[in-house]
């Protein structure tokens, strides 16, 4: 079985494609925005907010990922039992079937026991075998539940956290924008639910610019509250909690396959 924490250590935290970036979101602590404080600053916290609230996830994913090991481990137990009493019940049919195989003193009662005592055998056998599938096909499907919840676990914190804070979406944005600087003319969407809240900082976003660039910010109904996306003639950049995460998954199955095969 694949812990989830070494499968997410293994996988790059950036996916760069063609003409669209899917960039990590980074959270800040909860704090007092003032004008005193410097965006890099803001970064930094962001920084250690996320590795904390990931740290979370990760924990209360290895707990599913014991618990499901535990349930196997009973499992398996009782398909041992299960085998031990079928060995003891074969050895009990075989004796009775000698005895009164020799006590009848013909062969027909000989050849009945043993055809019974191969008879529980098959059956032993078959039991065996379709315990052991079963067991297989469990733990199969233990990894891919913990996978799915491993990662509903993270974007519901990280959603919620977007959710609660708006000061804290105005960093992922400024995030963003910092890819784009060099850019002349952009277009933000994002949903209405923070278009508000950017509108009224819109000169503390073109601070973001190194040079003069007109910034023009639009309510997008169909994006999620917790995405935006910079749309200019040089391409389109999105941030999105939930592509990020469906991007993740996508590639811990891949290595889950992988590993199966």
Avoid: W
Avoid at 132 to 149: A, D, F, G, M, P
Avoid at 211 to 225: A, F, G, R
Avoid at 246 to 260: V, W
Wanted: charged share 30%.
């Amino acid at each position: 079985m694949i812990l989830l924490s070494r499968l997410i250590k293994s996988f790059p935290p950036k996916l760069v494609q063609e003409e669209k970036k899917v960039i990590s979101i980074k959270i800040l602590k909860n704090h007092q925005n003032t004008a005193d404080h410097e965006p890099e600053e803001n970064f930094k916290r962001t920084d250690e907010q996320i590795e904390a609230m990931l740290q979370g996830a990760r924990q209360e994913a290895e707990a599913i990922v014991e618990a499901a090991r535990s349930e196997a481990e009973k499992n398996y137990q009782h398909i041992n039992r299960q085998r031990e009493e079928l060995e003891q019940e074969r050895q009990s049919v075989f004796e009775e079937a000698r005895q009164q195989g020799f006590a009848a003193g013909v062969d027909e009662g000989r050849q009945s026991g043993f055809d019974e005592y191969r008879s529980v055998i098959q059956s032993a056998k078959e039991v065996v075998h379709s315990a052991k599938h079963n067991y297989h096909q469990h733990i199969e499907s233990s990894e891919r539940t913990i996978l799915n919840v491993g990662m509903k676990v993270a974007g519901r914190i990280l959603g919620q956290v977007l959710d609660q804070n708006s000061e804290q979406f105005l960093s992922v944005v400024k995030r963003v924008l910092k890819e784009a600087r060099e850019y002349r003319e952009i277009q933000l969407h994002v949903n209405p639910v923070h278009y508000d809240l950017l509108l009224s900082h819109k000169e503390e976003l073109i601070m973001v610019f190194p040079k003069e660039t007109d910034l023009y910010i639009y309510p997008d109904e169909e994006l999620s509250q917790t995405s935006c996306i910079i749309e200019s003639a040089n391409g389109r950049i999105e941030a999105s909690v939930d592509s990020q995460l469906e991007e993740i998954k996508r590639r811990l199955f891949e290595m889950l396959e992988s590993e199966e095969q």
